[in-house]
């Protein structure tokens, strides 16, 4: 790029009126220090702004994914619900009869406990704690017990009592009258309910 400069002398050792002509020539140089540092200012900001939109996103899918599989992801038990050996258990806080306890267990699709293994007659006492619970054992008069699913009872267990239904405690099973209240014990096989 060429500029033509005039200037004019306005007195000292020269004559008045002379005029001196400066030619400048100044070739392309590309840009200046000052245009390459905006530059690479916008490229730096460009490649920031790239790289936080892409951890944004992938930060949405992979929590979208963990929601959806929490939210579908089996877990054994209902809320309230302790699960042991592929069963769930239900341990109440308030007291009723034994036909009353079943007809809450039946409500919510299970039993008064049944159990058939020594792991879970001793889970069983180590969550009962210091409570009676019944349980789904009973018997009729002069009849052998019987598990509230129909099966009978086998014996590898003591009874101690003359009652018709059974209860747990921590020490073991015991029997009273079906129309003392206790609390109860609810029993199901786990069958991985999908979280809500």
């Known amino acids: 790029m060429d ?10 050792s020269q004559s008045s009126g002379d005029v001196i002509t400066f030619n400048l020539t100044r070739k392309s140089q590309g ?35 963990e929601k959806h599989r929490y939210s579908t992801e089996p877990m054994p038990c209902s809320n309230g619900w302790i699960g042991y050996l592929g069963k769930c258990f239900y341990f109440s806080e308030s007291t009723r009869t034994w036909a009353a306890s079943q007809n809450f267990c ?12 020594t792991e879970e007659l001793d889970f069983l006492k180590r969550y009962s704690d ?22 009978i ?6 009874i101690i009592g003359i009652g018709k239904c ?15 209240v206790r609390k ?4 199901k096989p786990d069958t991985c309910i999908p979280r809500s």
């Open 3 to 12: 500029d033509n400069r005039t200037l004019t002398n306005s007195g000292d």
């Open 166 to 180: 059974a209860y747990l405690h921590r020490i073991g099973i015991s029997s009273a009258s079906k129309h003392l």
């Open 130 to 151: 210091h409570s009676q619970y019944w349980i789904g054992l009973s018997r009729e008069p002069g009849q052998t017990w019987k598990w509230i699913d129909g099966t």
């Open 31 to 65: 840009p200046s220090k000052r245009d390459k540092k905006h530059l690479c200012s916008s490229k730096i900001i460009t490649t920031v702004i790239f790289f936080l939109v892409l951890l944004i996103t992938t930060l949405a899918t992979i929590l979208a994914v």
């Open 184 to 187: 109860w014990i609810c029993s």
């Open 106 to 117: 039946a409500s919510h699709l299970a039993t008064l406990a049944v159990f058939n293994t």
């Open 153 to 158: 009872y086998s014996g590898w267990f003591k």
